[in-house]
């Protein structure tokens, strides 16, 4: 996750020579039927549930069963699809003429949350602060936490957090990680470091995830598109409060 | 086994094919995925940089891996060759020899675990042929005595092709590694044994393994060698696909599996022998050595309670795996195979069985008829075969 690098501190007007760790953010080209999908600037940790995970929210795939092969080397990751002549696209089409109005937002092609779960608000209160207490977060600091929670025992409980230096990709590892360990998301939901911007309501969406709550702020689009997917955007989760933006109906309070 | 898994291989409807140890039929979703390679994505592999190269190279290298798991083995150890006897001659050629080195093999040998030794004599390379006793069963202490200093090579079959006997190949290894010389290495032939018995290359101890796709539900022309260590073995064919770098003077191999196979290998059948691989994994060795097991008294047990029949190996069940050899007084091994596929589509093997030393040993100038069991087949086939070898002794 980290590297020692050497760097220069200024101290009352001069340079003093010393190292300091700075988090690890390297390129992973993914490659799916051969071509060039994207390339992802992210942390080296959870390349395999990324890229199962961003596929999946892109909706190149459907689901695991989708990918015959996947081989991730440094910063390669080639995937085969079980229809290895399969066109693809990416679904970011979708949302690039929105800019923001609403008219231009094609609720047809929208996914849509299909739950009927209830989540108490303690337990997304928990959920939150237990991402901040985790031991990765008071290491690493500055880098995104996303938490994916499921329900163990009649409690809430935490079955993947990742960190990451996007907020998009520690999204898509947990996510990864669910259709690897056959989650059922209708059930869960995301408590995270950042903002919920829209890429991160379209991906919980995608997913079926149906609440996200962040200690952070959320942002108009994403309230928009959160709206009309059907999903609950919580954010500014801190102590016992919080801010719901959008389907408070998940939350049982 | 069920009704499913005799859906994938269409043949059976027709005719009762008991010939699987010479080559095994081959299910729907492998003869699917070498058509697919044809149809969909028909291109080289690692030598191009478009779509179809990276989709065609990824597959055959994942084809790698899974043989590599199935046997215990890491991907870059195991080299795709078109059978066990190109598997077996690789190491014959690709090992140095020197004048006094001793090969020590068996008289069970199929000719492929055995010419490739007796042609080693033009070099002074001396040969000391284990004899098992008449049923196929080895008294161990034979290899004790036939292990030396000298000893460069052992090479044995795991499973007899013509017996179906058993050989205590772990045992044979610790008498290799403490009687050999400090450079002996042990050649297991898996030709019979890895498409029925579930292994681990590192529970075996050997130093190489060889094996054929096309035994164990994989396309023709596919085969199998497990090398322990690749700087062990030189290559026996150079060119294309097999090298790091060439200058004018020299040349850099590469690394792992790749050095192994010059050429443009069989593509397709190497991507069908990693379906078929997944296809012996979905089905479970183990539920499958049981099934055999069941089959294999069924057909050895029934065999010896028919008049004028002689069955030849051991008749301990636990000994064996479902390759059973037998003869009818007064007819010849061919004539019976040819009765059995005349009056009754059962398809069994008959001859030699690429065993002439052995045959020699056993005094069946003929050889044998050879029937031989596979997950495909039923106890109501065996009960079909049975019937039919009696009826055909008692019209002798």
Not at chain 2, 4 to 13: G, L, Q, W
Not at chain 2, 146 to 166: E, K
Not at chain 2, 191 to 212: N, R, T
């Amino acid at each position: 996750m980290f590297e020692k690098v050497e760097c220069l501190k200024f101290r009352e007007g001069a340079f003093v020579e010393t190292t300091h760790e700075v988090v690890k953010e390297e390129p992973l080209a993914l490659y799916v039927n051969g071509k060039h999908f994207v390339t992802a600037m992210l942390s080296p940790e959870m390349k395999r549930e990324f890229v199962i995970g961003h596929l999946f929210t892109e909706g190149v795939i459907r689901g695991i069963r989708d990918i015959e092969s996947l081989r991730t080397e440094e910063n390669i990751a080639q995937v085969i699809l079980t229809n290895p002549l399969k066109v693809f696209a990416a679904r970011k089409i979708i949302v690039s003429g929105c800019g923001g109005e609403s008219s231009f937002l094609d609720e047809s092609k929208l996914p849509k949350i299909r739950s009927s779960v209830k989540i108490d608000a303690d337990d997304m209160s928990l959920g939150v602060k237990s991402i901040l207490d985790s031991p990765m977060h008071k290491i690493t600091g500055g880098v995104h936490l996303v938490g994916l929670f499921d329900k163990s025992n009649c409690k809430y409980v935490p079955i993947c957090i990742s960190e990451d230096i996007g907020r998009h990709n520690a999204l898509d590892k947990v996510i990864g990680y669910g259709l690897i360990n056959n989650t059922d998301f209708e059930r869960t939901f995301i408590a995270c470091t950042g903002r919920i911007s829209s890429e991160m309501v379209l991906k919980c969406s995608v997913a079926n995830i149906p609440v996200v709550a962040s200690r952070s702020a959320t942002t108009s689009l994403a309230i928009e598109l959160a709206e009309k997917t059907g999903l609950c955007v919580i954010g500014f989760v801190r102590g016992e409060k919080m801010n719901v933006y959008t389907h408070e109906s998940f939350i049982k309070v | 086994m069920n009704e499913r898994i005799r859906a994938d291989f269409p043949i059976v409807n027709d005719i009762i094919y008991l010939d699987s140890a010479a080559t095994s039929l081959t299910p729907e979703p492998v003869v699917e995925a070498v058509l697919s390679y044809y149809r969909e994505y028909n291109a080289n592999v690692g030598r191009g940089v478009y779509r179809l190269s990276q989709v065609v190279s990824q597959k055959y290298k994942d084809a790698h891996s899974k043989v590599a798991e199935f046997i215990g083995a890491n991907e870059g150890e195991v080299v795709f060759t078109k059978n066990t006897t190109e598997a077996i001659n690789m190491i014959a050629y690709g090992l140095k020899w020197s004048k006094g080195d001793e090969i020590v093999t068996t008289l069970l040998e199929h000719h492929s675990n055995f010419l490739p030794w007796l042609r080693l004599k033009e070099q002074g390379v001396h040969l000391k042929i284990v004899e098992p006793g008449k049923t196929g069963i080895f008294d161990l202490s034979d290899f004790e005595h036939a292990m030396s200093d000298s000893t460069r090579l052992v090479a044995v079959t795991q499973v007899s092709n013509v017996l179906g006997t058993i050989s205590p190949i772990k045992e044979i290894a610790a008498i290799c590694k403490e009687k050999g010389g400090a450079n002996s290495l042990f050649l297991v032939d898996g030709a019979q044994s890895a498409p029925h018995i579930p292994i681990d290359v590192e529970e075996l101890g050997c130093d190489f393994l060889a094996f054929s796709g096309h035994k164990m539900l994989g396309p023709t022309g596919t085969g199998v060698l497990w090398v322990k260590d690749p700087n062990e073995l030189e290559p026996t064919l150079f060119g294309g696909g097999m090298i790091e770098s060439v200058s004018k003077d020299d040349y850099t191999l590469a690394s792992g599996y790749e050095r192994f196979e010059a050429g443009t290998p069989h593509i397709a059948g190497g991507i069908g022998l990693g379906k078929a691989v997944d296809y012996l994994n979905a089905v479970g060795m183990e539920a499958m050595r049981s099934y055999e097991e069941r089959l294999a008294k069924k057909l050895l047990e029934g065999l010896q309670g028919i008049e004028k029949v002689q069955v030849y190996g051991s008749t301990n069940p636990n000994e064996r795996i479902g390759v059973v050899s037998f003869n009818i007084n007064g007819l010849h091994p061919h004539d019976i195979a040819l009765k059995l596929d005349e009056t009754s589509d059962i398809m069994v093997r008959s001859g030699h069985h690429c065993c002439m030393p052995l045959m020699h040993y056993l005094g069946l100038k003929d050889g044998t008829v050879r029937a031989s069991v596979y997950l495909y087949n039923t106890e109501g086939e065996v009960d079909t075969f049975l019937e039919s070898v009696e009826v055909i002794a008692k019209g002798v």
